[in-house]
């Protein structure tokens, strides 16, 4: 992802629900010795770029005042908002817009995937690792053949609600 947001909501004694919404940006491409298997191209990439959103279910330990160790699972819906392939040849390259309809290979811009993951914050830090499968065939138009992605992702973040609230109460203890 490029950036994005969750928001995590305390049900009870630990477990917790952690809707989200993320921008991202895939690129792919082929190594150009491995073209030759796609019709004698010379070079293939595809980017695309849409939204991710995680609605993870999760249980949280907390190891003293600072430290907590999550791990969690749930649905992600992905969301593509355009994509663009480049195929190279001899002759020259041409590009095709990898959602509409005239493309041979085109895929799905909707898409369903599970991950798992865990996670652990320290103070308003956190650090998590997570993997996302891919449960939707992104192939739209063919019986015969099936492509599913799949995510891994390491997060870096910073726990907001953790720093404003240091923050008031430290300028409240200087208003005192």
């Keep these: 992802p490029i950036s994005g947001v969750t928001r995590l909501i305390p049900l009870v004694s630990g477990l917790y629900l ?13 190594k150009s010795d491995k073209v030759y298997l ?6 293939i990439s595809t980017n695309k770029f849409g939204m991710r959103i995680p ?40 590009s095709f817009d990898i959602y509409t309809s005239n493309n041979p290979g085109r895929l799905r811009n909707l898409a369903l995937l599970w991950g798992v ?3 652990v914050s320290f103070d ?11 449960l939707t065939n992104m192939r739209n138009n063919s019986a015969d053949q099936s492509f599913h992605e ?9 726990n907001l609600n953790t720093y404003n609230k240091k923050k008031r109460s430290k300028s409240a203890d200087i208003t005192l």
Excluded: C, R
């Excluded at 796609?38 to 070079?43: A, D, I, W």
């Design 124 to 134: 308003k830090y956190y650090l998590g690792v997570s993997g996302y499968f891919g």
């Design 38 to 43: 796609f019709q004698n191209g010379t070079s």
């Design 55 to 94: 609605v993870m279910a999760g249980w949280q330990f907390k190891f003293g005042n600072k430290t907590k160790l999550n791990l969690f699972t749930g649905p992600e819906f992905e969301i593509g908002f355009t994509g663009k392939t480049k195929y190279g040849t001899s002759q020259g390259k041409t």
């Design 150 to 158: 799949n995510h891994i992702l390491v997060t870096l973040g910073l």
């Design 117 to 119: 993951g865990t996670g």
């Design 18 to 30: 952690e809707p989200g919404a993320m921008l991202f940006l895939d690129t792919y491409s082929v």
